[in-house]
């Protein structure tokens, strides 16, 4: 009888154990941070001086209510591990000899392959100037990250994507005008224009929300 209750017993304490690593802070949100802010700051911005780094939440910033504004902006719901409501965003603000020139924020958009890292660098006034994927997977990732590629993105904003569907790639003007390099791969094209999207949408309501919330600041301004 002992040698049945033993295992059963450990059998439930390793799932508990588990379990509680699981909501601890060791597994908690994960958030997109440039690799090499750094270089990355300097490659985006080569006039910059410095960067200081906030960081926020949906959950703290602005809770359900964000949470629900920013679904609606994007047209379509926030899920899965990417896109959780805790998960710290990092909001690079680029200065030069002590002026604000510009932001780089990027987000992980969940991907056929696992999550793809789009970084956008934009201007004060949420102009994309550069657009940058650190990391994707997957057998057509390096088409997607060809210049050429992220050259279609330069001078969009949020005003052009209101307009464009999501989840079902449809829409009018400027973002329907981007070329998919790869056919084949319309999925993962969808999932690169969404997270564009979201990546804006975050960046707007971000920005807009920074002077009142006094965010956690990081690198300090060099």
Known sequence: ???????????????????????GPAWGAIGCDLNDPERDVKRFFPKSTGYKVDTFEIQKSGG?????????????????????????????????????????????????????EIFLSLDLDERIKAFYIQKMSGEYAGKFRDPEFAKQFIGLTIGDFDEFDVITGQGTGKV???????????????HILRGTKKNLILVNEFVRMAPVLSPKKGAPAK
């Open 176 to 190: 329907v005008e981007i070329k998919n390099p790869v056919p084949e791969a319309a999925q993962e094209f969808r």
């Open 64 to 116: 359900q209510q964000l949470l629900y504004k920013i679904q609606a902006r994007l047209q379509d719901k926030l899920h899965g591990l990417y896109e959780m409501i805790d998960v710290p965003y990092t909001l690079y603000v680029i200065n030069a000899n002590k002026k604000k020139i510009g932001y780089i924020h990027g987000v992980d958009q969940k991907g056929r392959y696992g999550a793809i």
């Open 1 to 23: 009888m002992q040698r049945g209750i033993l295992p059963f017993y450990a059998a439930v304490a390793a799932f508990l154990l588990i379990m509680r690593l699981g909501s």
